[in-house]
């Protein structure tokens, strides 16, 4: 496909125009099961190209087609442009665009087991979890399990002179339950995700993971909801990655912080504890946001975006990166073909800390630890609200009474200000987002010990 672009890009430039064409094919394989029944299993296979032009005073123009014949993207490459002149009659567009040298590359990441085709092998994996899960006992009463497989294979050129294909493959595994007894209700849930192949069941396999989190519900049949109140919490790198993410991740991106967010005018300055130095990096390996280069032809290269407490910058594409005086950092990203790409985290990450999650344990005398996400919300000014589900009371030092998850509210700033230890032990977990566009990503994070509100009931 790269060679079609490329001949797109030779004919349809012009000297005032920044043209880019973005192509893409991709298969996507899923197979959805309920109570070891399967409801679904579709196999997509969807291609296309989409084409960006900008003029000088900064206007877009961008257009896209699921047909990759050669006429065909010549006639997105003309549209894009035509828009981008008409627009520019009636609007004022960013005045510049960092410069972008020209990058030629062809990059593979690394895939060990690559997903199986076969039908019958793709739906054992979901088939294996739930069976796993309804045999934790006879308090499961509901199981559904998704099993995912994309491979992407994204081609992209430029007026600059950019011609780069990437090649990535990435699997994930879902796993729900409800478990119910005299009338009491409990719902868990896990999964595990990564840029890579079917190696990923070498770590966890879905037996494993169905057995995990049916257990886990049936044995918060028995608990209670926790006490409600200010409480100094020791939060697991599950529910970390939520917080971190929904609550920091996203006013840190330029266009967010721009727009008025909770990080604008915090620059230079510190904006939470000294302990928490934050990331965003596309080349982590395995990260479900793994990435070569972003959809602007940007390297995805390491972003320290808080340093040891300090705001240091901001997730950019070209143009905010022009706006700050800044290079760009490798988060434009799209969702596919059809849309235009836009600010997005790819893996962030916090840097491990100096304690073990035991030690952090052992010098509260009167707190919580709490475990898992069931999802949330979060605004640009990093005020939130999120589930957890489960939590043990710490008691002098020692795990005693488990509760039944619940919610944590509050500004994420002034919580990460309360930061006092940080674990040793990072864990990648996968993740979605829904910033406009659907994206999957990536987040690095060790348990936290803070200050937070914990509130309302569970589940």
Same mark, same amino acid.
């Given at each position: 496909?790269?060679?079609?672009?490329?001949?797109?890009?030779?004919?349809?430039?012009?000297?005032?125009?920044?043209?880019?064409?973005?192509?893409?094919?991709?298969?996507?394989?899923?197979?959805?099961?309920?109570?070891?029944?399967?409801?679904?299993?579709?196999?997509?296979?969807?291609?296309?190209?989409?084409?960006?032009?900008?003029?000088?005073?900064?206007?877009?123009?961008?257009?896209?087609?699921?047909?990759?014949?050669?006429?065909?993207? =010549?006639? @997105? %490459? #003309?549209? +894009?442009?035509? &828009?981008?002149? $008409?627009?520019?009659?009636? /609007?004022?567009?960013?005045?510049? !665009?960092?410069?972008?040298?020209?990058?030629?590359?062809?990059?593979?990441?690394?895939?060990?087991?690559?997903?199986?085709?076969?039908?019958?092998?793709?739906?054992?994996?979901?088939?294996?979890?739930?069976?796993?899960?309804?045999?934790?006992?006879?308090?499961?009463?509901?199981?559904?399990?998704?099993?995912?497989?994309?491979?992407?294979?994204?081609?992209?050129?430029?007026?600059?002179?950019?011609?780069?294909?990437?090649?990535?493959?990435?699997?994930?595994?879902?796993?729900?339950?409800?478990?119910?007894?005299?009338?009491?209700?409990?719902?868990?849930?896990?999964?595990?995700?990564?840029?890579?192949?079917?190696?990923?069941?070498?770590?966890?396999?879905?037996?494993?993971?169905? =057995?995990? @989190? %049916? #257990?886990? +519900?049936?044995? &918060?049949?028995? $608990?209670?909801?926790?006490? /409600?109140?200010?409480?100094?919490? !020791?939060?697991?790198?599950?529910?970390?990655?939520?917080?971190?993410?929904?609550?920091?991740?996203?006013?840190?991106?330029?266009?967010?912080?721009?727009?008025?967010?909770?990080?604008?005018?915090?620059?230079?300055?510190?904006?939470?504890?000294?302990?928490?130095?934050?990331?965003?990096?596309?080349?982590?390996?395995?990260?479900?946001?793994?990435?070569?280069?972003?959809?602007?032809?940007?390297?995805?290269?390491?972003?320290?975006?808080?340093?040891?407490?300090?705001?240091?910058?901001?997730?950019?594409?070209?143009?905010?990166?022009?706006?700050?005086?800044?290079?760009?950092?490798?988060?434009?990203?799209?969702?596919?073909?059809?849309?235009?790409?836009?600010?997005?985290?790819?893996?962030?990450?916090?840097?491990?800390?100096?304690?073990?999650?035991?030690?952090?344990?052992?010098?509260?005398?009167?707190?919580?630890?709490?475990?898992?996400?069931?999802?949330?919300?979060?605004?640009?000014?990093?005020?939130?609200?999120?589930?957890?589900?489960?939590?043990?009371?710490?008691?002098?030092?020692?795990?005693?009474?488990?509760?039944?998850?619940?919610?944590?509210?509050?500004?994420?700033?002034?919580?990460?200000?309360?930061?006092?230890?940080?674990?040793?032990?990072?864990?990648?977990?996968?993740?979605?987002?829904?910033?406009?566009?659907?994206?999957?990503?990536?987040?690095?994070?060790?348990?936290?010990?803070?200050?937070?509100?914990?509130?309302?009931?569970?589940?």
């Amino acid at each position: 496909m790269l060679d079609i672009l490329e001949r797109c890009i030779d004919t349809c430039s012009r000297p005032e125009h920044l043209l880019q064409i973005r192509g893409q094919k991709r298969k996507v394989i899923a197979c959805a099961v309920k109570n070891n029944v399967v409801q679904q299993f579709s196999t997509l296979t969807a291609q296309g190209v989409g084409a960006r032009s900008r003029v000088e005073n900064g206007c877009w123009g961008f257009s896209s087609s699921n047909t990759c014949e050669a006429r065909q993207v =010549e006639r @997105v %490459a #003309r549209e +894009a442009a035509d &828009l981008s002149r $008409a627009i520019s009659q009636v /609007s004022q567009g960013s005045a510049d !665009i960092q410069p972008q040298n020209a990058v030629v590359d062809t990059l593979y990441a690394p895939v060990k087991v690559s997903p199986c085709d076969s039908a019958e092998e793709i739906v054992d994996i979901p088939l294996r979890a739930c069976r796993s899960a309804l045999s934790a006992g006879p308090e499961i009463k509901d199981c559904r399990v998704t099993y995912i497989s994309m491979e992407d294979h994204r081609y992209f050129a430029s007026s600059e002179g950019s011609r780069i294909s990437q090649h990535i493959t990435k699997v994930m595994l879902f796993v729900n339950v409800v478990a119910r007894r005299n009338g009491v209700v409990c719902p868990a849930s896990d999964n595990v995700g990564h840029a890579g192949g079917w190696e990923i069941f070498d770590r966890t396999s879905p037996e494993e993971l169905g =057995e995990a @989190v %049916a #257990r886990k +519900a049936v044995h &918060l049949l028995d $608990a209670r909801t926790p006490p /409600s109140g200010m409480a100094r919490v !020791i939060i697991d790198p599950t529910l970390c990655a939520t917080l971190l993410h929904e609550a920091i991740g996203h006013p840190l991106e330029a266009d967010l912080a721009m727009a008025g967010g909770g990080f604008g005018t915090q620059l230079d300055r510190p904006v939470c504890s000294e302990l928490v130095t934050i990331y965003d990096d596309g080349h982590i390996p395995g990260g479900l946001g793994f990435s070569f280069y972003d959809d602007e032809g940007t390297p995805c290269t390491r972003t320290t975006l808080i340093e040891k407490g300090v705001l240091k910058s901001f997730m950019h594409d070209r143009e905010s990166a022009s706006a700050a005086g800044v290079q760009p950092t490798g988060n434009a990203h799209a969702w596919d073909y059809s849309v235009e790409p836009l600010i997005r985290q790819t893996n962030i990450g916090i840097e491990p800390g100096e304690y073990a999650v035991e030690e952090m344990i052992e010098t509260v005398d009167d707190g919580l630890f709490l475990e898992g996400t069931f999802g949330g919300q979060a605004d640009s000014n990093a005020d939130f609200t999120f589930g957890f589900q489960s939590a043990q009371a710490i008691r002098k030092g020692e795990l005693t009474e488990e509760f039944r998850g619940a919610n944590v509210a509050g500004n994420a700033i002034e919580v990460f200000r309360t930061i006092d230890a940080v674990s040793d032990t990072p864990v990648l977990r996968p993740g979605a987002c829904g910033k406009y566009q659907f994206a999957v990503q990536g987040r690095m994070v060790p348990a936290i010990r803070c200050h937070i509100m914990v509130g309302g009931s569970g589940g």
